[in-house]
């Protein structure tokens, strides 16, 4: 048998855009993910728009972002990214959960995470992107 610890579940995965473009990461995301600096994240979009993100395996995947810290705060410098993609994060901050996703392991070179965008009005997931994909 396998023991379901609170741990697993206590805390949510998230992401956030910061109004200067970069995706930073909380500092309980942080360690679950095993981030430091230098860690390598790809970034991807399948047909129906939706984001994910993958923490590389390679040490050299010349498509994937590396971690920077900053204090205590890690992040990476997505603003051409999400420029590119028409997110418009300036003057506000755009928080996405992140649900593990195995099944685009193997495809993304990583472990992969679905970016689910959060609702800002209800603190709760945005109904397009709310689906459980693990």
Do not use: W
């Not at 741990?7 to 949510?12: A, D, I, L």
């Not at 230098?38 to 923490?55: E, N, Q, V």
């Not at 995947?61 to 705060?73: H, I, L, M, T």
């Amino acid at each position: 048998m396998k023991i379901l610890s609170v741990k697993q579940f206590s805390n949510r995965l998230k992401a956030t855009i910061q109004a200067t473009g970069r995706l930073n990461f909380s500092d309980d995301t942080a360690k679950i993910l095993g981030l430091k600096e230098g860690t390598l994240i790809k970034f991807a979009m399948d047909d129906d728009d939706a984001l994910y993100m993958a923490l590389s395996f390679s040490d050299c995947d010349e498509d994937a972002f590396r971690v920077r810290k900053s204090g205590v705060y890690h992040y990476v410098p997505t603003n051409l990214l999400f420029d590119a993609l028409g997110i418009d994060y300036r003057g506000k901050a755009i928080t996405y959960d992140l649900v593990r996703n195995q099944s685009k392991d193997a495809e993304l070179g990583g472990m992969s995470f679905r970016m689910n965008l959060r609702d800002p009005r209800s603190g709760g997931e945005n109904e397009k992107n709310s689906e459980d994909m693990t």
